[in-house]
Nanobody
């Protein structure tokens, strides 16, 4: 089992910055993929950014150049630095983890794990 807890959401003016943090805990050795999704009211949940243990990164086009994902493998954390925020970035942001090494020899892609979500509101 993996538990994910997010922090760092809040209210910010357009053009401002926020940093989201997520810490993973539980019975595992390592996590392959960690990242962030978001869901705005009336919209589907979408991938914002993700990062593998090998440091490969993906971003949705709308945040490229503004958001930066980072991981600390020793602390089992994933952060999302969000700069130049826009009103359209307003959403609930969810941390997720995928591909878990439960032991050094036991790996599974299922299930994936989700945090409870943190609200980000950007006022224009």
């Amino acid at each position: 089992q993996v538990q994910l807890v997010e922090s760092g959401g809040g209210l910010v003016q357009a053009g401002g910055s926020l940093r989201l943090s997520c810490v993973a805990s539980g019975s595992f050795v390592e996590i392959n993929m960690m990242g962030w999704y978001r869901q705005a009211p009336g919209k589907q949940r979408e991938l914002v950014a993700r990062m593998t243990r090998g440091a490969n990164q993906d971003y949705v086009d709308s945040v490229k150049g503004r958001f930066t994902i980072s991981r600390d493998h020793a602390k089992n954390t994933v952060d999302l630095q969000m700069n130049s925020l826009k009103s359209e970035d307003t959403a609930v942001y969810y941390c997720y983890a995928y591909g878990i090494y439960y032991t050094s020899t036991r790996y599974s892609n299922t299930p994936d794990y989700w945090g409870q979500g943190t609200q980000v509101t950007v006022s224009s």
